[in-house]
């Protein structure tokens, strides 16, 4: 067990009906919220401690407050009472959080039963001082960050963030969006080991659903985004770009299993420096699909994406009402080797390279494209072509549909060639009365397919 030895029952039946003997810490809680929150803060660590004298691992439980009051404190209360060598259990509800929050959690398990929502305060979170910005890909601003060694944050399928997305949907109809921009991702791992997070859910995450940076050996088993428009006045659109399923940067050693993603951009975005990733049974309901990249958008930093293996994925064309694009199975993009710009929103002159990719048993519903290489983000004409390179990737077992004929288009750069790119059992089907089309620039060693 990762959150350290399990509490024997008697541990776990003395500290709860301490608990019951009582009150619930939440409701607890309520009655103090008239009091100051440092005279609570002194009150948790007694509480703690008497619980604390009967067990070895302390126990903190709480359940929301009520509409009309703001559970942050309590939520913290707890996290800093029992997230080192402690449980944390959030009972069933909605949990609303107002300001930026980060859960330090060592030796720990949490069970998150209900939901923590963040307040559609569109323009307090967009003030780069209500955010973290530790995700330094593209600055991107985080409002929950989990941090920590050895944890598990438990969801129980009940449970997760619900992150009010569509009034900022709406509000991002009129206004530029642009990478670095302030929107929140809804829930960031940054610096984390050996942490678990499972069967749980974000609701309409106003931006990037997931992050995960600087990190080692994390497993996510069970994970839903739902980027869902539901305003009948933008029916038909993606109202929803940015809103990826997950980026990873900066990690190794990272499991992505039984995920289930709805939403207008890149389903999983593997950025530079991911290695070691693993992703098994996940389902991309509309969107942009899987994306290894953008990658080469920082001149100084080198992108290495390396050892990768997913299997059992499925692009699956939604209710155009709802999201209108289904683009790619698995796309791969670099940015060219001349600088337009500056990051977050401009770059490119990047190094690197992906290596040792492996995509089996790949389902595609309709889809515009099944797969792209193409090495051109942020170009313009006369640029130098791209030095970043795609080596090493293997299809295996692919059917379904395309939209189009353009079945395989491998746009490789002439500064740095694709290489060793199979396909084994590539069998996705085209229009009806189209021939597929298959496109190999300056890409080595292509075999299982025959390149136009
Ligand atoms: C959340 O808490 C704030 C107070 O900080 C309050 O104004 C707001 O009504 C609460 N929201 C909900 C949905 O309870
Ligand atoms: C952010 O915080 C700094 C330091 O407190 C302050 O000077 C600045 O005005 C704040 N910015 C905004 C947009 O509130
Ligand atoms: C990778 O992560 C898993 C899950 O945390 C862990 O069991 C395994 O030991 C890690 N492997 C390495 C090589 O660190
Ligand atoms: C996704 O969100 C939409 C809109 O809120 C909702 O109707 C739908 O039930 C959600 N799906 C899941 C699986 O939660
Ligand atoms: C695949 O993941 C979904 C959740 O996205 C889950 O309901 C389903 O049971 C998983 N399938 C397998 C074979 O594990
Ligand atoms: C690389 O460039 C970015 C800005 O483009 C800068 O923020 C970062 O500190 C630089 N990193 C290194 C290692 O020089
Ligand atoms: C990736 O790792 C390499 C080698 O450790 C390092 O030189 C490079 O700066 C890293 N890139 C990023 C984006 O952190
Ligand atoms: C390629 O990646 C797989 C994991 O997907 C790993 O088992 C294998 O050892 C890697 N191959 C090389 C040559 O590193
Ligand atoms: C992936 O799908 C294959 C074929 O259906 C199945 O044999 C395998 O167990 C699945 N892998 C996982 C990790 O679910
Ligand atoms: C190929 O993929 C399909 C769809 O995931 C799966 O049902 C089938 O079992 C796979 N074939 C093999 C040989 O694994
Ligand atoms: C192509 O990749 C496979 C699997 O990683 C590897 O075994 C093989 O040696 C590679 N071929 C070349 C020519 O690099
Ligand atoms: C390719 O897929 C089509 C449509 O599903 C199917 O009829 C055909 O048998 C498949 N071919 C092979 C070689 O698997």
Sequence with gaps: ??????????????????????????????????????????????????????????????????????????????????GHGGNTVLQDGVYNITRKM?????????????????????????????????????????????TGSDFEVDAHNTGGIQGNGQPWWNFFTTTPRADGDGRPISLTLFQAVRGVIRNFAIQAPPFWCNCIAESQSVVYDGMLCNASNTNPAFAGQNIVPNTDGIDTYRSDNISMFNWDITCGDDCLAIKGNSTNIVAQNVTCRGGNGIAFGSLGQYANLTDIVENVFMENLTMTRIS??????????????????????????????????????????????????????????GAKSGDLPSKYKFENVHYENWSGTSLTNELIALQCSSAAHCANITFTGFNVTVPAGTTPEIVCQNADGVSGETCS
């Design 320 to 377: 155009s009402t709802v999201q209108p694009n289904m683009q790619n199975g698995v796309y791969f993009k670099s940015w060219d080797a001349t600088i337009n710009g500056a990051p977050p929103t401009g770059g490119g002159g990047g190094m690197g390279f992906t290596t040792n990719v492996t995509l089996r048993n790949v389902v595609l519903d309709r889809v515009n494209r099944p797969t792209t290489i193409t090495q051109t983000n």
């Design 102 to 146: 980060t859960w330090d959690l060592v030796d720990a398990k949490v069970d998150l039963h209900g939901s923590l929502s963040f307040t559609p305060n569109i323009q307090f979170w967009l003030n780069a001082n209500n955010t973290y910005r530790v995700v330094f890909i593209q600055s991107q601003a985080s409002w929950f960050v989990i």
């Design 1 to 82: 067990m990762l959150a350290g030895p399990p509490m024997s029952s008697h541990d776990r039946s003395s500290c709860s009906s301490f608990y019951k003997g009582g009150r619930t810490l939440g409701a607890l809680t309520q009655n103090l919220q008239m009091l100051s929150t440092s005279l609570l803060l002194i009150l948790l660590p007694v509480l703690i401690a008497l619980c604390d004298g009967q067990s070895p691992r302390p126990t903190c439980t709480i359940s929301p407050l009520g509409v009309g009051h703001d559970d942050t404190d309590q939520v913290l209360a707890a996290i800093a009472q029992c």
